[in-house]
């Protein structure tokens, strides 16, 4: 049976992408089959549309590096036709075909089973972002917060939207870094109460300590944001850092860790293991708010995916971008 794919090519090094009718024999090994509802619009999905980065190798291809949906079919013990489940990680939509289809078939060890609580459409409103933002205030909290407002880099982004929310509903002050002034209210709707211009974390620090300034810190940025972000933390803080926007570089010295003792925790949302994965959507369950969901979602349809990757390369996307891919 045919369905609809988002099928990206390769010639020349130059990716396109075009809406094509697939057929059910051509989806990739897995034992469980999904029949995608939501998919979500990342940074990553961005540099894979726009053939950045060698992220997918092999062509062609369906992106969308994540999915909710209803399985349909099951030759995994563990989940049955009509169960509700998401996909994050396993470098779906980079080296295994993803959610930008009507289905989809995978290894049943990727996925986790939806709690009650949450709708197909919940569970991508948070997505990887909002996953990768639990896995990061659990980090925090695991390892040590201490005194000051928790510092949130990329606020606007997908990953710093969900993560102020999460850290304000988890009783944790919080201070918004971000370069987009016009989107301080929005901001402060989702629990910020501190509003930080981008610019004040963008020059090279000029010592390695500077005032305690911060009791922790979700960067979603990297590079010189982060540098910064660690000489103004304060005694015994943590920081979960999992953005390379800014650059994989770290210009930095051991005087953070060893005369404040901060930890700098590394997120990756990508391979984490099953049980803390399923932790995690039990908490976003309880904590994620869904008005607030809502406001900083915006939901597109499949064919209106491929205009929109250079737009969130180029930050001009705000929260969360959510794809219906039945739309």
Known sequence: MAFRALMLHEQDRKVTAELADVDEAQLPDGNV?????????????????????????NYPHVPGIDFAGVVEASDDGRFAAGDRVVLTGWRVGEVHWGGYAEQARVNGDWLVRLPDGLSTLDAMTIGTAGFTSMLAMAALEDHGIGSGPVLVTGAAGGVGSVAIQLLSAAG?????????????????????????????????????????????????????????????????SSVAACGLAGGNGLDTTVIPFLLRGVNLLGIDSVMCAFEPRQRAWERLDQLADRDLLASMATTVGLGDVAALGPKILAGEVKGRTVVDVRA
């Not at 910064?228 to 015994?236: D, E, H, K, V």
């Open 33 to 57: 089959t999904v029949a995608v509802e939501y998919s979500t619009l990342n940074y990553k999905d961005g540099m894979i549309l726009g053939g950045i980065g060698r992220l997918v190798r």
């Open 172 to 236: 944790h002050e919080v201070a918004a870094s971000t370069g987009r002034p016009l989107t301080a209210d929005y901001l402060r709707s989702l629990g910020a109460t501190e509003i930080i211009d981008r610019a004040e974390l963008a020059e090279p620090p000029q010592r390695p300590l500077a005032g305690e300034r911060f009791g922790g810190c979700v960067d979603a940025v990297g590079g010189t944001t982060l540098a910064n972000a660690l000489t103004q933390m304060s005694y015994g």
